[in-house]
Every structure is written in structure tokens, then in C-alpha cells.
């Protein structure tokens, strides 16, 4: 293996604990930076992985956590309102010699990004780099399994802001860990610094979806709306952004437009695996 020794922060009940449990799977040595009033650490997912319990601003703290613990990877998967934190995990990482950072973005493409809310996640693996630490960046689009969230299914409706037939990228969030656990336990590190991928279980639309929705048994009608039901703040950014079709994984924050042919040109790298589709995660 390349790696065999990593430190994941951001171990929650979705991608970051699937993350830890595909790592152990493989034979990795994991430790779990929790902070000490994290509920998650009970996961069962978890099992196998060591708990430290840390303060993320402590510095001095995590980095003896990741040396003590010969920590070669730190793989973040921190929420994005945790994410302003990561430069404290990087300031750790550098002074432990990690070798390699893998920084909170399994979502829509970011490099590029000058301003706005994404701008944080672009800012930051530039930080990451100006102290040293390789960075690997993964984009798998719209998790599979946020779709019905996205959309208010629970209100008895799918939702769409506007008109939403834009190509874009979903990946269930077993093929988003697993992907993550086989590069780094079997890529060349000259394949992992610096480097980006961009996975893909499924290129459908938005509208394609709620189609499926309407054909199950009970259907959930789609509806076409001006705005989103109150509350529903994050659903109308990322829906605002499915418009545009920023939510492929082809997409170039250089040129502006989506690029289809690098969509899901990273799934090559994980050899005679099944990408699970929206319509088998979400039984539809």
C-alpha cells in the first residue's frame, strides 16, 4: 500500500464514518479525531478505528495525536460550516510530516472558484499547498442518498426550483468512500499529490429523478416552483447550482461550462467496480 496510516476528522454518520470503515476494510491502521462532545463516535461504523478525542484548534494537541500515531494521511470530511477549522488541521499535519491531505470536498468542483460560499473549500487546498502538504481533492457531485432532502420528498412532494434538466453527477456515499479508501491504499503517491478525481455513479437530471418519483407506487408528484419551502436554505443554493449544471462533475470553473467528457473520469482508477445508480440507492 501506498499509505497505510491515516487520521480522518469529520467521522459523522455519512461519508466521513462510511470513509473509516472502507480504510479499516482494507487494512489500514485509522484514528478518529472527535471532538470530546461528538455523538458519532458510537457508530458502529467506527468499529476497528482508534478515538482521540481533540480540540481541532489545539495544534500542538493533534499533531502529537498524528505523530504518536504515525498518521500519514489526514482525510477531512468536516461539514461545511466545521470547514474553517481545517487550517488548524493543516497547521497540525504540517508540523506531524503528514504526507498527504485530503481536504473536505466530495460535492460539485471548486477549483477555480474565486468567491462566494465555495470559495472557502478552493482558498483552503491553496493553503494547504503553500505549507507544504500535497492535496487530494475528490468530487463525486451530489451525494445519492441527500436527493430526497434536496428535494423535500418528506413534505409529500418533489420540489424544483424552476426548470432542472441539467446533466449533473449523484454517487451514492459507499461508492464516494470506497473510492476514497482504494486510491489511497493502491494508487502511486506520484498519483495522489496535487491530483484531483472526479467520480460519477449516475448523470441524470434532476427532473429524471422526480420522473422516477412519479412512477413509484405511491407516486410523490413533482412540482415546479418559485421558491422552496421555508427553510429550505441550503436545498435552494445547491438547487440554484443544479440549474446551471455546476452540480457535474465535469464542470470547469475556468472555462464556465461543463465539460462531460471529464465527468466520471475518475472511475477508471477503481477497475471492475459497480457504480450504484439513483435508482437502486433510492429504490425507485
Not at 468542483?109 to 502538504?133: C, M, N, Q, R
Request: net charge neutral; with cysteine; aromatic share 8%.
Amino acid at each position: 500500500m501506498p499509505y497505510t496510516s491515516f487520521a480522518v476528522a469529520g467521522a459523522g454518520p455519512t461519508v466521513g464514518s462510511r470513509i473509516v470503515q472502507a480504510l479499516i476494510k482494507r487494512g489500514a491502521s485509522v484514528v478518529v479525531l472527535a471532538r470530546p462532545s461528538s455523538g458519532s463516535t458510537a457508530s458502529p461504523l467506527l468499529q476497528g478505528a482508534k478515538i482521540a478525542n481533540v480540540d481541532y484548534a489545539d495544534v500542538p494537541g493533534v499533531s502529537t495525536v498524528l505523530r504518536d500515531n504515525n498518521v500519514e494521511v489526514v482525510i477531512s470530511a468536516l461539514s461545511f460550516g466545521a470547514l474553517q477549522v481545517q487550517t488548524s488541521l493543516a497547521k497540525a499535519a504540517q508540523s506531524a510530516a503528514v504526507k498527504l491531505l485530503v481536504p473536505s470536498e466530495f460535492g460539485m468542483p471548486t477549483e477555480g472558484v474565486t468567491d462566494g460560499a465555495l470559495a472557502i473549500k478552493a482558498k483552503f487546498a491553496a493553503y494547504a499547498k503553500s505549507l507544504g502538504i500535497p492535496v487530494l481533492r475528490i468530487y463525486n457531485g451530489m451525494f445519492i442518498e441527500f436527493v430526497p432532502w434536496l428535494t423535500g420528498v418528506e413534505l409529500g412532494k418533489f420540489h424544483l426550483l424552476g426548470q432542472q434538466n441539467k446533466l449533473c453527477s449523484f454517487t451514492s456515499l459507499d461508492d464516494v468512500s470506497g473510492f476514497v479508501a482504494h486510491a489511497l491504499t493502491t494508487f502511486p503517491s506520484s498519483s495522489l499529490h496535487d491530483a484531483t478525481y472526479r467520480i460519477e455513479g449516475d448523470r441524470t437530471s434532476l427532473e429524471a429523478i422526480g420522473a422516477l418519483y412519479e412512477a413509484r407506487v405511491p407516486p410523490v408528484p413533482v412540482v415546479h416552483v418559485e421558491k422552496l419551502p421555508d427553510g429550505f436554505d441550503k436545498q435552494t443554493f445547491l438547487q440554484t447550482k443544479f440549474a446551471e449544471g455546476r452540480l457535474s462533475v465535469g464542470w470547469d470553473n475556468y472555462l464556465d461550462k461543463d465539460v462531460p467528457e471529464n465527468a466520471a473520469s475518475g472511475n477508471k482508477g477503481w477497475e471492475g467496480h459497480h457504480w450504484k445508480t439513483v435508482k437502486e440507492v433510492l429504490g425507485l
